[in-house]
């Protein structure tokens, strides 16, 4: 029983395709997220639901556009895929959105564009 | 800009010696560190935290320690196992009501047998 899970793992696809990643969490927190580690392996923070409601939203091209159906889901699409979005995708959770709450990881997502 | 750094990419140690991972900092306004571990293949889990108002937090083999007027943690792994070989990331946060985690490149630790 997987505590955070995305789906696919893996993602090849072609420029200019549009695709989405999924993310569903069973431990009953409030706050979600999505991160992006590049090929230098910065991981860095994208999104971040709280209660279905857009609280953290970093220069993302708009393109990538997050979507909450409840607190327990957070997707992820990408319109238009360009070579320099093939990245390691982590989808997280926490409790609350407060800064000393344990964020938990999905196993990720490598999504490669080609 | 990267306001956290982890200038060592990779560290081997011995089983059962000590493991010294360090991560340096730049902004003032973080105030919450942590440590994730990250096995290949998987998600970060977390490690263990600190809190600006501390110098130490200990938790079993791992202990944390935050230098503030240097903008430096370390963290030590005593004593090491070969199942402590991982990439581990610093984090940082700044003081606020989001939890918005600002990451370290990671250091790729590996424990000899």
């Known amino acids: 029983d997987t505590a955070v899970s995305q789906t696919p793992k893996y993602l090849v696809t072609q420029m200019g395709n549009d695709k989405s990643i999924k993310c569903e969490q069973n431990?009953?927190?409030?706050?979600m997220y999505w991160y992006k580690q590049d090929s230098k392996k910065f991981l860095k923070i994208m999104f971040s639901y709280n209660n279905k409601e857009l609280i953290i939203n970093e220069t993302v091209p708009n393109r990538f556009s997050p979507k909450s159906p409840d607190k327990a889901h957070l997707n992820l699409h990408i319109n238009s895929l360009e070579l320099g979005d093939s990245a390691v995708y982590f989808c997280?959770?926490?409790?609350?959105?407060?800064?000393?709450?344990?964020?938990?990881f999905g196993p990720g997502t490598r999504l490669t564009v080609l | 800009d990267q306001q956290v750094k982890q200038n060592s990419p990779s560290l081997s140690v011995q089983e059962g010696r000590i493991s010294i991972l360090n991560c340096d900092y730049t902004n003032s306004m973080f105030d919450y560190f942590l440590w994730y571990k990250k096995y290949p293949a998987e998600g970060p889990t977390f490690l263990i935290s600190?809190?600006?108002?501390?110098d130490k937090n200990e938790d079993g083999r791992f202990t944390v320690f935050l230098n503030k007027s240097a903008k430096h943690l370390s963290l030590h792994i005593v004593p090491s196992q070969p199942g402590d070989s991982a990439v581990y990331f610093c984090?940082?946060?700044?003081?606020?009501?989001?939890?918005?985690?600002?990451f370290g490149t990671g250091t790729l630790l590996a424990v000899q047998p």
């Open positions: 431990l009953g927190h409030d706050t």
């Open positions: 997280a959770s926490s409790q609350e959105p407060g800064y000393t709450d344990t964020q938990y």
């Open positions: 600190i809190s600006s108002i501390k």
């Open positions: 984090a940082a946060i700044e003081g606020g009501a989001t939890n918005k985690l600002i």
